[in-house]
């Protein structure tokens, strides 16, 4: 599960960083956040578990739908 606080977890990327890989046509105030899930191969069922439950480690609940 993510942290509240953005600034406890280093997976969230500083502004900086945010405007290294993020293209620049894309306006950035369209930007909430940006968080790097765990680069194991279900990388894309994490973002979506995510995005829905607030918590990457439930990819496999995210999977089986």
Same mark, same amino acid.
């Given at each position: 599960?993510?942290?509240?606080?953005?600034?406890?977890?280093p997976?969230?990327?500083?502004?900086?960083? !945010? @405007?290294? /890989?993020?293209?620049?046509?894309? =306006?950035? %105030?369209? !930007? @909430?956040? /940006?968080y790097?899930?765990?680069? =194991?191969? %279900?990388?894309?069922?994490?973002?979506?578990?995510?995005?829905?439950?607030?918590?990457?480690?439930?990819?496999?609940?995210?999977?089986?739908?």
């Amino acid at each position: 599960m993510i942290p509240q606080d953005q600034n406890e977890n280093p997976r969230y990327l500083t502004a900086r960083k !945010i @405007d290294e /890989v993020v293209d620049k046509s894309i =306006d950035r %105030n369209h !930007i @909430d956040s /940006v968080y790097n899930v765990q680069p =194991d191969g %279900n990388c894309g069922f994490r973002a979506v578990a995510l995005h829905l439950k607030n918590d990457e480690d439930k990819w496999k609940e995210v999977r089986k739908k």
